[in-house]
T-cell receptor, first 106, second 111 residues
Framework: KNEVEQSPQNLTAQEGEFITINCSYSVGISALHWLQQHPGGGIVSLFMLSSGKKKHGRLIATINIQEKHSSLHITASHPRDSAVYIC????????FGTGTRLQVFP | EPEVTQTPSHQVTQMGQEVILRCVPISNHLYFYWYRQILGQKVEFLVSFYNNEISEKSEIFDDQFSVERPDGSNFTLKIRSTKLEDSAMYFCASQGEYEQYFGPGTRLTVT
């Protein structure tokens, strides 16, 4: 049983498109993370949020704690956004989703 | 900006050999973690470490695994007798007040 579900698993976009990646989880949490994993394997934390919405550059993350759902949006996508995007929730450790592989073509 | 570092970046070892993966967490962080990612699979929690002891470990973290913070800066993961299925990317992370910061990972290949 996967406690964190992401959709879609794979996403292909043309440069400039608006991207949405969804994350659903099954337990009550205090915070959710969005992470980016580059093709080389490194993991970078993008957001940690516990309510509402956060924005950083072209990235926007939203969370609805009651509905146990979060979304990551990328505006004006660019080929350099190509990566795997992972949501994870925090208990005493991170529980990871399976990731969404995004490819943005010029 | 402070960062978590890991060495080596890639380790190749033979089945049955011992390996030690090293991490230097961010200096004022108190919580440390090891995660692993088998190729093509999701990242999995192995162990968390706080106040010089293990605070939680997963089912994966059996007697073949151990962690140590030998000198107040390094944080090591030891696998005593490696198996083929230990081949994976191993990530160290350290946590400040809220967020976890990941190292670049060590790719372990067991042949």
């Amino acid at each position: 049983k996967n406690e964190v579900e992401q959709s879609p698993q794979n996403l292909t976009a043309q440069e400039g498109e608006f991207i949405t990646i969804n994350c659903s989880y099954s337990v009550g949490i205090s915070a959710l993370h969005w992470l980016q994993q580059h093709p080389g394997g490194g993991i970078v934390s993008l957001f940690m949020l516990s309510s509402g919405k956060k924005k950083h550059g072209r990235l926007i993350a939203t969370i609805n704690i009651q509905e146990k759902h979060s979304s990551l949006h990328i505006t004006a996508s660019h080929p350099r956004d190509s990566a795997v995007y992972i949501c994870a929730y925090n208990t005493d450790k991170l529980i990871f989703g399976t990731g969404t592989r995004l490819q943005v073509f010029p | 900006e402070p960062e978590v570092t890991q060495t080596p970046s890639h380790q190749v070892t033979q089945m049955g050999q011992e390996v030690i993966l090293r991490c230097v967490p961010i200096s004022n962080h108190l919580y440390f973690y090891w995660y692993r990612q088998i190729l093509g699979q999701k990242v999995e929690f192995l162990v968390s470490f706080y106040n010089n002891e293990i605070s939680e470990k997963s089912e994966i973290f059996d007697d073949q695994f151990s962690v140590e913070r030998p000198d107040g800066s390094n944080f090591t993961l030891k696998i005593r007798s490696t198996k083929l299925e230990d081949s994976a990317m191993y990530f160290c992370a350290s946590q400040g007040e809220y967020e976890q910061y990941f190292g670049p990972g060590t790719r372990l290949t067991v042949t």
